[in-house]
């Protein structure tokens, strides 16, 4: 083989293995803006630590944990001297009170309590778009590991639901990491399935302890899901007093759907997190675009300048009723764009050192 022929097969080699490592690269790049990758899920533990949970509401759970609640009893924190009643323990009679008052009081205390944090993550087909770094379904999940593992790290039980346009599952909470893994997986593994097959019904068995469960729709003559029974099944499994996180881009959402919103929002904190797509605030600049979802394919004008005022309208108009909505219902919102950074965007709102605690307005 002459020179000219060793160098020049030496750079047919060099551009191969070039070509090679960009298509991967873009591959990889690909794979990070679609699927959800569980150790990335998994190492948000360590930007977690600095969001505070804190609230105003009670707490009714039994277990211990770091929120007060007002159940009374022999515990953490002492709350009041009373007079005595019957049943009560005379381990804690106020000698000192009883003697200066003739009458015999006790001491109450004010026991620590966990409050369970319920995560709710919306993955219908709307959710499996993004223009910009990943999916919004992508920035969902995220946004629900991070309150995760907030959550565990107050030693609270972790437990949520996911679901999609056919089928949910559901995971009942559970204490420490452990808790937290297994809910991750399981979203995860719901996510990855879901964006190859978003349209198919998956009849999965219920796991042996019965902690998930996979309930398929009751329409079978269309197989979608019904979305305000399943709304008010989540109504009556999140546990009164429970941190609840509601991820999604709200496309869906009917005024029987807002009623059960409602009704979680009364009972528990509930933080409900907007995920959107820049496409979906300003339509892209003056031009002629073919665009499809994948079954019909139609070609979009965006020259006609009123047809852009009116698209960019019509987003801003759903950001300002949801943000009456929340202030109405005392419900903390935050706004989610595909192409925010999620750990920053919860620290500035929900960070320990940050001033917000009930987030009602929150458009950083």
């Excluded at 804190?54 to 770091?66: D, E, M, P, T, V």
């Excluded at 953490?76 to 005379?90: A, K, S, T």
């Excluded at 999916?135 to 959550?151: D, M, N, Q, R």
Aim: charged share 25%; hydrophobic share 35%.
């Amino acid at each position: 083989m002459s020179i000219w022929q060793s160098i020049q097969s030496m750079f047919t080699s060099s551009n191969k293995a070039s070509d090679n490592s960009n298509a991967l690269d873009v591959k990889n790049q690909i794979t990070r803006a679609t699927q959800v990758d569980l150790q990335h899920l998994i190492k948000l533990r360590y930007q977690s630590t600095h969001l505070s949970l804190g609230s105003q509401r009670k707490a009714y759970s039994s277990l211990s944990g770091n929120y007060s609640s007002p159940f009374k009893g022999r515990g953490l924190n002492f709350d009041e001297v009373r007079p005595y009643q019957p049943g009560d323990d005379i381990r804690n009679i106020d000698w000192n009170v009883t003697a200066r008052t003739d009458r015999v009081h006790t001491k109450v205390f004010k026991e620590e309590r966990e409050r369970p944090v319920f995560i709710i993550v919306d993955l219908s087909s709307s959710m499996y778009f993004g223009t910009r770094h990943c999916l919004k379904s992508v920035t969902a999940a995220k946004a629900a590991a991070l309150i995760a593992w907030a959550g565990a790290d107050n030693h609270n039980r972790i437990g949520g639901l996911v679901f999609n346009d056919s089928t949910h599952m559901e995971m009942r909470p559970k204490g420490g990491h452990q808790g937290v893994l297994r809910f991750l997986k399981l979203m995860t593994d719901f996510h990855n399935k879901n964006s190859h097959n978003q349209h198919s019904t998956d009849g999965k068995q219920q796991d042996k302890s019965n902690s998930f469960s996979a309930i398929q729709s009751d329409e079978l003559n269309s197989n979608r899901l019904n979305t305000e029974l399943l709304f008010a099944r989540i109504q009556k499994v999140i546990q009164t007093g429970s941190i609840v996180l509601l991820a999604s881009d709200f496309k869906n959402t009917n005024e029987e759907i807002t009623k059960h919103i409602r009704h979680i929002a009364r009972h528990n904190d509930l933080l409900m997190t907007h995920i959107y797509d820049p496409l979906e605030t300003e339509l892209p600049p003056p031009g002629q675009y073919g665009i499809s979802n994948g079954e019909q394919y139609q070609l979009l004008d965006t020259r006609n300048t009123s047809l852009r005022k009116s698209f960019q309208a019509l987003f801003q108009n759903k950001v300002e009723e949801m943000e009456q909505f929340c202030l109405h219902n005392q419900i903390h919102l935050i706004s989610l764009a595909t192409n925010d950074n999620v750990a920053d965007k919860f620290l500035a709102t929900l960070g320990k050192d940050s001033s917000v605690r009930r987030i009602a307005r929150s458009r950083h």
